[in-house]
């Protein structure tokens, strides 16, 4: 399992420490899995909707529009455990 750092200002670790401590979740760390899960999610069903809405509007995502979604998804695919 490989492992990141990530700088959180003090706001962001209290409110991150107060859902562990509430028994939201059991750490820190599954607290972040759980919120890299909810962005996979977020991106996928973006990208669901912009498919819709490009074939009903008769237009496509540009190359590069749909690279930079297949990048976030692949990159939060990759960080799920």
Same mark, same amino acid.
């Given at each position: 399992?490989?492992? &990141?750092?990530?700088?959180?200002? !003090?706001?962001? *670790? !209290?409110?991150? !420490?107060?859902?562990?401590? =509430?028994?939201?979740? #059991?750490?820190? /760390? !599954?607290?972040?899995? +759980? +919120? &890299?899960? %909810? *962005?996979?999610? =977020?991106?996928?069903?973006?990208? &669901?909707?912009?498919?819709?809405? /490009? ?5 496509r995502l540009t190359g590069?529009?749909?690279? /930079?979604?297949?990048? /976030? +998804? ?5 960080? %799920? #455990?």
């Amino acid at each position: 399992m490989s492992q &990141i750092a990530v700088r959180l200002s !003090d706001e962001e *670790l !209290d409110r991150l !420490d107060s859902a562990v401590a =509430e028994g939201v979740f #059991p750490s820190r /760390a !599954d607290a972040v899995r +759980a +919120a &890299i899960r %909810m *962005l996979e999610k =977020e991106l996928r069903e973006r990208r &669901i909707a912009d498919s819709y809405s /490009a074939a009903y509007e008769g237009t496509r995502l540009t190359g590069e529009e749909e690279r /930079a979604l297949d990048a /976030a +998804a692949a990159l939060a695919g990759d960080a %799920m #455990p």
